[in-house]
């Protein structure tokens, strides 16, 4: 089981995430977020990652030049795509930067199945998350979760990851439904937007190895 903290803010929930065996921790550069980072400051944060931890920027639809900004500032392994960038950009975007490219597909029913199988074709890995409702104040990171079982059964072509209103509580079960090898968390191990809690880290990285 991979685990993957997304929206770091500050040094405590770095090291938690860190000190909980995480495989993945995130950064979110996205204005209205808040859980938003500036270049300089994810360096920071990214300079206490002990060797081996996947630092992932998460930008939603980002032109190069805000790319280029991030990844001369901050030493980041891998990039995932929140937005809605098409196959044809998660290629360019490979080819351009070099780094594995993580494609966030939206899940609210069996219509948006297909996207996934698209995606797969061009990106390294997948992000399958909660599709936002209309009016949602985020692209993600709302802690809504959608019916896991949609997922049962199905395979992709490249590895992916299950999100969207995991918890320490609920994780274990989101396992068993969908089969998940990897899963990610925000909001659910928060004590408040944008900060982390590490009890709750601790809790969450726990109850997903124990359903592995
Ligand atoms: O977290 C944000 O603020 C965010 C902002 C804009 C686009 C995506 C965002 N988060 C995406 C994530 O990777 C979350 O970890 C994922 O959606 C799950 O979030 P949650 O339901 O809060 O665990």
């Given at each position: 089981m991979r685990v993957k903290i997304c929206g770091l803010t500050e040094p405590e929930g770095l090291r938690a995430a860190a000190g909980a065996g995480a495989a993945y921790v995130?950064?979110?550069?996205?204005?209205?977020?808040?859980?938003?980072?500036?270049?300089?400051?994810?360096?920071r944060l990214a300079a206490l990652a002990p060797a081996g931890l996947c630092k992932v920027?998460?930008?939603?639809?980002?032109?190069?030049a805000a790319l280029e900004a991030?990844?001369?500032?901050?030493?980041?392994?891998m990039l995932q795509l929140h937005g809605?960038?098409?196959?044809?950009?998660?290629?360019?975007?490979?080819?351009?930067f070099g780094l594995p490219v993580m494609k966030a597909v939206g899940v609210a029913d069996?219509?948006?199945?297909?996207?996934?199988?698209?995606h797969a074709r061009a990106a390294d890995q997948l992000l399958i998350d909660a599709r936002p409702p209309r009016g949602a104040a985020l692209p993600g990171g709302n802690g809504l979760s959608f019916d896991w079982r949609l997922l049962q059964g199905r395979r992709w072509a490249v590895p992916w990851m299950l999100a969207g209103g995991l918890t320490p509580e609920n994780v274990a079960e989101a396992v068993?439904?969908?089969?998940?090898?990897?899963?990610?968390?925000?909001?659910?191990v928060e004590r408040a937007p944008g900060i982390k809690d590490p009890a709750r880290i601790a809790a969450f990285v726990r109850a997903a190895a124990a359903a592995a």
């Open positions: 995130g950064f979110v550069f996205f204005a209205r977020s808040p859980r938003n980072v500036a270049p300089a400051e994810a360096a920027a998460l930008t939603v639809d980002a032109d190069d991030i990844l001369e500032a901050a030493p980041i392994d809605a960038e098409t196959p044809e950009r998660v290629a360019q975007l490979r080819e351009r069996e219509g948006d199945l297909p996207a996934i199988a698209e068993r439904l969908t089969g998940a090898r990897q899963v990610d968390v925000s909001s659910g």
